[in-house]
């Protein structure tokens, strides 16, 4: 293998201290809700810690499925239930403003580009 010894750099160590119990939600059409429950190395509900919902939903392009996911701002079910809809557009705009600045800047490097005749 070419890149070993790199490989032998790459820490593998699990933190123990930040153990989560995941769960998923889905109404089998648009949403899916990752739910992460936190948990003390022996599995037991580490009370300590909040749960955190992560909303997850794809759409189709003529490239294929695009996935959006959000992290909701909930204290339960109901209240992540409730953000989706709203994070679900945030994550899209957001992701639309990145890909418009990247075309921007593709067009840019295109634009500034040299071109000798002849060659």
């Known amino acids: 293998m070419a890149n070993a010894g790199q490989d032998e750099n790459i820490d593998f160590s699990v ?7 995941e769960e998923s939600i889905t109404d089998l059409k648009v949403a899916s809700i990752r ?3 936190p948990v003390n190395i022996d599995g037991t509900e580490d009370n300590s810690r909040k749960m ?4 997850h939903t794809q759409l189709m392009s003529p ?9 909701l701002k909930a204290e ?3 209240d992540a239930i ?3 809809p709203e994070a679900m557009k945030q994550s899209m705009a957001e992701m639309i403003e990145r890909a418009r600045k990247m075309q921007a800047q593709m067009k840019q490097q295109n634009d500034s580009r040299i071109i000798v005749p002849g060659r």
């Open 15 to 21: 933190d123990k201290n930040n153990l989560y119990n």
């Open 35 to 37: 739910v992460l429950k």
């Open 52 to 55: 955190i919902y992560i909303g």
């Open 63 to 71: 490239q294929g499925p695009i996935p959006i996911q959000a992290k």
């Open 76 to 78: 339960n079910l109901k």
């Open 82 to 84: 409730d953000e989706f």
